[in-house]
Structure formats: structure tokens, C-alpha cells
Nanobody, 118 residues
Framework: QVQLGESGGGLVQPGGSLRLSCAAS????????MGWYRQVPGKERELVAV???????NYDDSVKGRFTISRDYAKNTVYLQMNSLKPEDTAVYYC????????????WGQGTQVTVSS
């Protein structure tokens, strides 16, 4: 069973940038779509960015133009570059495979906390 480990979160001021990484313990090459989710207390986890194996990407409107998802197949790693961060981006961020039905492929990792505050 592939395990996912997210890292790169932290405290950043509004307008700042962070780069999140998600390292998989095994190959994720066969997973067509990988995505980044985020969750705030009391709310459901939401998918904010997804990338298909062919390179096609899709973003939630709330992050479009500011976040960029990418994959490194050789390293079994998925990245999320976050620019122009806003306080409403504060959340725990997780990565996972995304099925055609929108459900996660693997067990959830521990996530990485992103806090945007002055």
C-alpha cells in the first residue's frame, strides 16, 4: 500500500509563497490523476488542484492563477506551488490520487499545515 507524506507547509504572510511536496512510498505512475486537497476545521476536505498523467490540469476557482500543480514521475512526488497566498488559503493540505468519481485512491497522509497570516 502506497503511503503519502506531505511537507512544505508553514506560516507565511499574505502575498507570500510556499511550495508543498507530496512524496509517495511507491510508484504512482499508474495513477492517472493526482490532486491536492485542503481542509479547515469543521468543513469537508475540498479538491483544489488536479493533474492528469498527460499533463492536463484543473483548479478550483479559488486558487486558479495562483496555484500550480506538478508531478515528478521519477521521484514519485507531486508538488503544489502556491503564490499570492491569502488568509483564506489557511488549511491543512493533503495530496492523493483522484478517481474518475472524485474519490481518493490511497489512505490519507498526515497533511501539512499552511497558515497565512500577518
Amino acid at each position: 500500500q502506497v503511503q503519502l507524506g506531505e511537507s512544505g507547509g508553514g506560516l507565511v504572510q499574505p502575498g507570500g509563497s510556499l511550495r508543498l511536496s507530496c512524496a509517495a512510498s511507491g510508484s504512482i505512475f499508474s495513477i492517472n490523476s493526482m490532486g491536492w486537497y485542503r481542509q479547515v476545521p469543521g468543513k469537508e476536505r475540498e479538491l483544489v488542484a488536479v493533474m492528469a498523467r498527460g499533463g492536463c490540469t484543473n483548479y478550483d476557482d479559488s486558487v486558479k492563477g495562483r496555484f500550480t500543480i506538478s508531478r515528478d514521475y521519477a521521484k514519485n512526488t507531486v508538488y503544489l506551488q502556491m503564490n499570492s497566498l491569502k488568509p483564506e488559503d489557511t488549511a491543512v493540505y493533503y495530496c492523493n490520487g483522484v478517481t474518475a468519481g472524485g474519490t481518493p485512491v490511497f489512505a490519507w497522509g498526515q497533511g501539512t499545515q499552511v497558515t497565512v497570516s500577518s
